[in-house]
């Protein structure tokens, strides 16, 4: 019963994992293509899948005090967060043959990492970065919720009070921009509370096994037709960053039908060793693949015509897709090598 046990527990960790590998490369697309008029389906709910991972794997704590889980929460997301702000930060800058180095400049992009906002120009050099902040107030404020709340259903209606406010202040009050995304956290916890209680109710896919491919095309038809209509009316993306969201019914819509749909890929594919590499290193490439884009795209223009690049014009994203996976695996490997050979020096040194 044992092995059983940790062998269900691996499928699981591994079809989360395909399931953040496939959110991941829908991340890297997004970013690469330039017009909303390609890319609204991917920003339909390639955010709202991240945040619904999150919670699917979240884990009440009742018994510790609540510095433990905030303690425990700077360290999993903020740590990080500042680190990969400021070691990017440093990047672009060295990377940019005109960085501006003004006082006002770097007090700008410096205030804007500890605002931890991606908007009015904070956090321009790597604006991905502003899930991070995000998250931490998400899973702070759900952790929190669960310390209180034990009924599922009334975590439920919380849910959907708290997306209804996260929607009204989207629409009535656009200009707010709160530190570390407090306006944002409104809608972005309804994503994560939905991911817990889709474990809490357990709902694991197998017993839809024979439906999943029907189930995926109806969702991915229901993403289509949501995403397509909401972009339509309003002329826009939505985008959960800029608290950009559309239509209430139509956000939600096509965000969990494109959530579902992945879900259920990710089932269907059961075992990929490439996505699930992905999905294990999803916040590397999450933080360093904008900075790579800019400088592949600037070496390209550099080294190619203008004809060769728009003659390969469709293939490029996923050449640039490919190249940052590359480089941040070498780079990886790289490290782990200087690591263990730092590590192997100072025992010699030590005998």
Not at 59 to 86: M, R, S, T
């Given at each position: 019963?044992?092995?059983?046990?940790?062998?269900?527990?691996?499928?699981?960790?591994?079809?989360?994992?395909?399931?953040?590998?496939?959110?991941?490369?829908?991340?890297?697309?997004?970013?690469?293509?330039?017009?909303?008029?390609?890319?609204?389906?991917?920003?339909?709910?390639?955010?709202?899948?991240?945040?619904?991972?999150?919670?699917?794997?979240?884990?009440?704590?009742?018994?510790?005090?609540?510095?433990?889980?905030?303690?425990?929460?700077?360290?999993?997301?903020?740590?990080?967060?500042?680190?990969?702000?400021?070691?990017?930060?440093?990047?672009?800058?060295?990377?940019?043959?005109?960085?501006?180095?003004?006082?006002?400049?770097?007090?700008?992009?410096?205030?804007?990492?500890?605002?931890?906002?991606?908007?009015?120009?904070?956090?321009?050099?790597?604006?991905?970065?502003?899930?991070?902040?995000?998250?931490?107030?998400?899973k702070l404020t759900f952790a929190l919720i669960t310390?209180?709340?034990?009924?599922?259903?009334?975590?439920?209606?919380?849910?959907?009070?708290?997306?209804?406010?996260?929607?009204?202040?989207?629409?009535?009050?656009?200009?707010?921009?709160?530190?570390?995304?407090?306006?944002?956290?409104?809608?972005?916890?309804?994503?994560?509370?939905?991911?817990?209680?889709?474990?809490?109710?357990?709902?694991?896919?197998?017993?839809?096994?024979?439906?999943?491919?029907?189930?995926?095309?109806?969702?991915?038809?229901?993403?289509?037709?949501?995403?397509?209509?909401n972009y339509h009316i309003y002329q826009y993306q939505?985008?959960?960053?800029?608290?950009?969201?559309?239509?209430?019914?139509?956000?939600?819509?096509?965000?969990?039908?494109?959530?579902?749909?992945?879900?259920?890929?990710?089932?269907?594919?059961?075992?990929?060793?490439?996505?699930?590499?992905?999905?294990?290193?999803?916040?590397?490439?999450?933080?360093?693949?904008?900075?790579?884009?800019?400088?592949?795209?600037?070496?390209?223009?550099?080294?190619?015509?203008?004809?060769?690049?728009?003659?390969?014009?469709?293939?490029?994203?996923?050449?640039?897709?490919?190249?940052?996976?590359?480089?941040?695996?070498?780079?990886?490997?790289?490290?782990?090598?200087?690591?263990?050979?730092?590590?192997?020096?100072?025992?010699?040194?030590?005998?």
């Amino acid at each position: 019963m044992k092995n059983v046990s940790k062998q269900s527990a691996f499928k699981r960790v591994s079809w989360i994992d395909i399931c953040r590998g496939i959110g991941i490369i829908f991340v890297l697309y997004g970013h690469l293509l330039s017009s909303d008029s390609l890319r609204y389906l991917i920003y339909s709910f390639h955010m709202p899948l991240f945040f619904f991972l999150s919670g699917l794997v979240f884990k009440p704590v009742l018994l510790k005090p609540i510095q433990y889980i905030i303690i425990k929460n700077i360290k999993q997301l903020l740590l990080p967060y500042f680190g990969f702000a400021l070691f990017t930060y440093i990047f672009a800058v060295v990377s940019n043959p005109a960085p501006d180095l003004s006082p006002g400049g770097i007090a700008w992009q410096l205030f804007g990492i500890l605002y931890g906002s991606g908007n009015d120009g904070m956090l321009g050099f790597n604006v991905v970065l502003w899930f991070l902040p995000c998250l931490f107030i998400t899973k702070l404020t759900f952790a929190l919720i669960t310390r209180k709340v034990i009924k599922l259903k009334l975590i439920g209606f919380l849910l959907l009070m708290s997306g209804i406010l996260g929607y009204g202040l989207s629409v009535l009050l656009p200009w707010i921009k709160l530190p570390f995304g407090f306006e944002i956290a409104l809608t972005s916890l309804v994503f994560f509370g939905m991911g817990y209680l889709w474990k809490e109710r357990k709902f694991t896919l197998p017993y839809l096994r024979s439906y999943r491919v029907p189930l995926t095309l109806l969702a991915i038809l229901i993403t289509l037709l949501g995403a397509t209509t909401n972009y339509h009316i309003y002329q826009y993306q939505t985008d959960l960053r800029i608290n950009h969201l559309g239509n209430f019914f139509l956000f939600y819509l096509s965000a969990f039908s494109g959530i579902f749909g992945c879900l259920m890929v990710s089932q269907l594919i059961t075992k990929n060793a490439f996505l699930e590499y992905l999905g294990r290193n999803s916040l590397v490439l999450f933080a360093w693949h904008n900075l790579l884009f800019v400088n592949l795209k600037e070496i390209m223009a550099a080294v190619a015509s203008d004809d060769f690049i728009n003659s390969v014009k469709l293939f490029l994203p996923t050449f640039y897709v490919l190249t940052v996976i590359c480089i941040i695996h070498l780079s990886r490997k790289m490290l782990l090598l200087l690591k263990n050979a730092s590590l192997t020096l100072f025992l010699t040194i030590q005998q």
